[in-house]
Every structure is written in structure tokens, then in C-alpha cells.
Nanobody, 118 residues
Framework: QVQLVESGGGLVKSGGSLKLSCAAS????????MRWYRQAPGKERELVAS????????????TYADSVKGRFTISRDNKKNTVYLHMNGLKPEDTAVYYC???????WGQGTQVTVSS
């Protein structure tokens, strides 16, 4: 059974940083593309960043939404079955619930709330 557990969210001031984690289980993590999404109140869920599968313990090619490019970094640790989202230069418009997901599975975690105050 696929499980995704996000953590690391919180309340931070504008310009601050947070590191989100997503622990995955129930599938061969290293072979799967992983993504971070976010959903702000009243808005649709949007794709934030993706990292490709990797045969090494880390790495993989990455892509980002224009709104976070240069501020967010997605990474993975295949030994820990975990994908991360390092967020720097946070803005109030980054406030949302953040989720991780793999497009191979219709499975979502509970998400982690990120709130950025101005």
C-alpha cells in the first residue's frame, strides 16, 4: 500500500526558509518520479517541483514552476525513501498546504501547512 507522509511545515516570516520532507513507502521509491504540489485556500492544486527517478542514492533531473524557480530546491534520498523541498526566500503567496505525490499512484498524504507572514 502506497503511503506518503509529509512534514516540516510551519509558520515563517517573509524571506524565511523551511525544509519539507515526504517519507514514502509501499513502492520502489528510487524508480519513481516524485513531485511536490501545493494548494492555497480557494485555489486549485498546483505543481511546484519534480525530480526524476535516480539509480544513485540521490540526484535526478529537476523541474520547477516559474513562481518558485531560484528559491525552492527539490531533492531526494533513495536510501531513506524520502523527497525534500528546500524553500528559501519565502513569500506570503507561498502560503498553502504542500503535498508530495508520484504520478504513478492515485495516492495523497495529509499534506503539511506552510504559512508565510508578511
Amino acid at each position: 500500500q502506497v503511503q506518503l507522509v509529509e512534514s516540516g511545515g510551519g509558520l515563517v516570516k517573509s524571506g524565511g526558509s523551511l525544509k519539507l520532507s515526504c517519507a514514502a513507502s509501499g513502492f520502489t521509491f528510487s524508480t519513481k518520479l516524485m513531485r511536490w504540489y501545493r494548494q492555497a485556500p480557494g485555489k486549485e492544486r498546483e505543481l511546484v517541483a519534480s525530480i526524476s527517478a535516480s539509480i544513485t542514492s540521490a540526484g535526478g533531473s529537476t523541474t520547477y514552476a516559474d513562481s518558485v524557480k531560484g528559491r525552492f530546491t527539490i531533492s531526494r534520498d533513495n536510501k531513506k525513501n524520502t523527497v525534500y523541498l528546500h524553500m528559501n526566500g519565502l513569500k506570503p503567496e507561498d502560503t498553502a498546504v504542500y503535498y508530495c505525490n508520484s504520478p504513478y499512484f492515485n495516492s495523497w498524504g495529509q499534506g503539511t501547512q506552510v504559512t508565510v507572514s508578511s
